[in-house]
């Protein structure tokens, strides 16, 4: 019920980040890293609103510049709903409650970061514990990051963690070794007869 309000704010702020011409220059977002890569952004909209999504602005493509875009009513089935952009655009899903969100939030191969948005703090913070992700935060961008927090995500986003005392464990080489404390002969065989194990 919520979502028409929603997107006509994001369509504002969309288009409060557009590049002023398309060249880039002067523009408060950066240019993509190929003239190829902005090409397929661009095929990602044009797949969406193909099949049914709505384009309320942007998606203009100059070179390695693509104009922020808000594809509405984005659903499975498009590209764009299982593979990651790389680009300046914002897909909206629209869903009855907060149980298909969740459905939704899940339903993808990736698993780096999630965020939830309440004013009721304990049922958001109960949603986000069942976000497939290594992140989730509540009432906070997806785009932070802590030096003193682990940092990683599940499924395809990767493994391990980095930041905190997860980096230790993550950019540590274990290595065990053992030394022999004395050693006897008995019938031409060397036995030990004293292990000590070490870390590095």
């Known amino acids: 019920k919520i979502a028409d309000a929603f997107v006509e704010k994001l369509v504002a702020k969309a ?3 557009r590049a002023p011409a398309l060249n880039g220059r002067n523009g408060p977002l950066g240019t993509l890293i190929s003239a190829q890569a902005a090409l397929r952004v661009r095929g990602l909209i044009e797949d969406a609103v193909s099949r049914g999504a709505i384009l309320h602005t942007g998606g203009e493509v100059y070179n390695t510049v693509v104009q922020p875009a808000v ?10 709903y299982a593979e990651e952009a790389f680009g300046p655009v914002a897909c909206v899903i629209r869903v009855a409650d907060a149980e298909e ?6 339903d993808t191969e990736f698993g780096l970061v ?15 514990r069942k ?12 785009v932070f990051d802590d030096p003193d927090m682990p940092f990683g995500g599940m499924k395809a986003s990767g493994y391990g963690r980095f930041g905190g ?6 950019f ?18 060397v ?7 070490g870390k590095k």
């Open 15 to 17: 288009e409060s980040l």
């Open 71 to 80: 594809l509405d009513r984005v659903s499975a089935g498009m590209r764009i």
């Open 101 to 106: 969100g969740l459905s939704i939030v899940n």
């Open 114 to 128: 999630a965020s939830v948005f309440s004013s009721d703090t304990d049922r958001a913070t109960e949603l986000a």
């Open 131 to 142: 976000f497939e992700t290594g992140i989730a935060h509540v009432n906070g961008s997806t």
């Open 165 to 170: 005392r997860a980096a230790l464990a993550e």
């Open 172 to 189: 540590t080489e274990l290595k065990w070794m053992t030394i022999s404390a004395a050693t006897t002969e008995m019938n031409g065989s």
């Open 191 to 197: 036995s030990t007869d004293r292990n000590q194990g």
